[in-house]
């Protein structure tokens, strides 16, 4: 009379086995479809250089060596680059996310000694999803979980400034050197700011509601953790909302890039942001803080004003302001912070953007 109770044990560890023998098989088979993307990703982007010969030369007979032939050779090789590097790195950044979240980063940076939480809010932001319309919930949800004022800001200008698409875009068309100088220079902008504003105890100039509105009551609720699968799409989601979104600004910022890299004289933006010129610094803060753009946009110009002769420093300086002291970004955050406060951020970070500038102007 064994018939249901010797099968029931049996048929339930055959259950279980057949389970994690059809996930294993389903994690192959995620591994091997991304294995082969990225072979035929890496056989498209070696095969870039003489797409854009073909088509500048021959599709288009553009003689060789016009101010036409040199813009439209940029942008025909630079455009799909540009956007091959960007759907890789925010694949690989969305899969990440899905580790890491910035709900999980206040809750990590929350009761932390002040200047640990600066050096490790400036770290946060690298790997966190942040944009100018996430300022203020993100702003709220910080200050609301006990994070000092200065340690939410570093995390701020870190997120922005030294975020992955700025530097996976800075190694593809600089080299390591240049994505080490701009991370290492980032960071240090963001951990000393934050620390300064923390030293100036402006928490008074936060508007009040902000502290007296509450958390979002998840603090309590378990963590699911998803599949591979789901952390795979989680990628995917991020390449069609990200990528999505950023594309026109890439493709403006590569256009203005090639008219640069085109028109511009060898010589020109070494007058204007050469290393010489004690204005060139200031000049290239000024006119980034209005511009609307973000990193995947405005990299392009700055590889095109690099090679027309601009200072390495100024060109960095410029960049800087462009994405952290993004003027849309300052009418966001006037939501949640009074004016004596926004110009302290927007000053204190200014200077350490200039510090930079002129540092390595005058070191390389």
């Keep these: 009379m064994n018939d249901g109770c010797g099968k029931g044990p049996a048929s339930a560890g055959e259950t279980v086995a057949a389970t994690i023998r059809s996930g294993a098989k389903e994690t192959a088979r995620t591994f091997g479809t991304g294995l082969m993307a990225l072979g035929i990703w890496w056989l498209v982007y070696q095969g870039l250089d003489p797409f854009a010969k073909w088509v500048t030369f021959s599709l288009l007979t553009l003689p060789p060596g016009s101010h036409l032939a040199s813009a439209v050779g940029f942008f025909v090789f630079d455009a799909p680059k540009v956007l091959m590097l960007l759907v890789l790195v925010v694949f690989a950044v969305g899969v990440v996310r899905s580790y890491f979240t910035p709900e999980r980063a206040r809750c990590i940076l929350a009761g932390k000694r002040e200047s640990a939480g600066n050096i490790l809010a400036a770290l946060l932001g690298i790997v966190t999803p942040f944009c100018s319309c996430s300022a203020v919930p993100l702003f709220i949800g910080f200050v609301t979980s006990g994070v000092p004022l200065g340690v939410t800001f570093s995390f701020l200008i870190s997120a922005p400034m030294v975020n992955e698409i700025a530097l996976v875009l800075l190694y593809g068309l600089f080299g390591w050197k240049i994505a080490a100088i701009y991370a290492g220079t980032g960071l240090s902008i963001a951990m000393v700011s934050g620390w300064v504003i923390g030293r100036m105890g402006m928490e008074k100039h936060v508007e009040a509601w902000v502290y007296a509105a509450s958390g979002d009551g998840n603090e309590g609720e ?13 990628g995917l989601d991020a390449v069609r909302d990200i990528v999505g979104k950023v594309w026109p600004y890439v493709l403006a910022g590569i256009a203005v890039g ?5 028109y511009v004289p060898e010589n020109f933006m070494a007058g204007i942001m050469g290393a010489g010129a004690w204005w060139s610094v200031p000049l290239a803060v000024l006119i980034g803080i209005p511009m609307y753009s973000n990193a995947a946009g405005i990299i392009p110009v700055v590889q095109a004003l690099l090679g027309k002769g601009a200072a390495l420093g100024t060109v960095l300086a410029f960049m800087m302001s462009v994405i952290g002291l993004s003027l849309p970004e300052m009418i966001i955050l006037r939501k949640v912070l009074k004016v004596r406060l926004i110009a302290a951020f927007a000053g204190v970070v200014g200077a350490g ?9 005058a070191l390389l």
């Design 222 to 234: 378990a963590e699911i953790r998803p599949t591979w699968r789901e952390r795979v799409d989680y």
């Design 258 to 262: 090639a008219a640069i890299h085109g």
């Design 353 to 361: 953007i200039l510090i930079v500038g002129y540092l390595f102007n």
